[in-house]
């Protein structure tokens, strides 16, 4: 199938690479393109195979899953990241998503949610779990100078409440198109790079607020 999800897994212990790709292999939407084991190893993979989606574990001998993240972020590439983690602190997890991770999923997730999650986040979703965003929200203010439009906020709140093109589109009975402008738009007086960093921006702000989510 050429709409297949791609994706690369990256872990350091050969049998978790292994217990992940036996799973994903029976997905009938999802093929693994790769493997790699460390930071630099997931960098050099995702640039050979563009990937959809990059399954990263954060903490691997030599460079990490925050450097991988960080390295594909300055070079611009476009792959999901989904953090699989064995931290159970969610403050372990700051990190990871400051530098563009589109989500996480802890190493006993129930392998359909697994599965579950990377269609989310290739689809645009940002998996942010309620205790992650107030650390992220801590010792931050929000910007005086920054003027949204009205329409603009609520695609911005929209995002941050896990909603994709599509589903914004729908919601705001505009065009799929019109909302990719409006996300132009705010990427452009935010200065940042793709929707994930929009939504972890707006959340540390307080531009939006996850209350009630």
Known sequence: MTDNIKVLIVDDHPVVRQGLRTFLDVQDDITVIGEAFDGASCVAE???????????DLRMPGSDGVFALRALRD????????VVT???????????????????????????ALAAA???????HVLLHP??????????????????TSRESEVLEAV??????????????????TVKSHMSA???????????????????TGLVSLAGK
């Open 46 to 56: 995702a640039e050979r195979l563009h990937p959809d989606v990059i399954l990263l």
């Open 75 to 82: 070079r611009g590439n476009p792959a999901r990241v989904l």
């Open 86 to 112: 064995s931290f159970a602190d969610p403050s372990a997890i700051v990190p990871a998503v400051r530098a563009g991770a589109a989500g996480y999923v802890y190493k006993d997730v129930d392998p359909t």
């Open 118 to 124: 990377i269609r989310s986040v290739h689809a645009g």
């Open 131 to 148: 205790d992650v965003a107030r650390l992220l929200a801590e010792g931050d203010s929000r910007p005086s100078d920054l003027k949204l």
């Open 160 to 177: 941050v409440r896990g909603l994709s093109n599509r589903e914004i589109a729908k919601k705001f009975d505009l065009s799929e198109k």
């Open 186 to 204: 705010i990427l452009a007086k935010l200065g940042l790079q793709d929707r994930t960093q929009a939504a972890l921006y707006a959340v540390r």
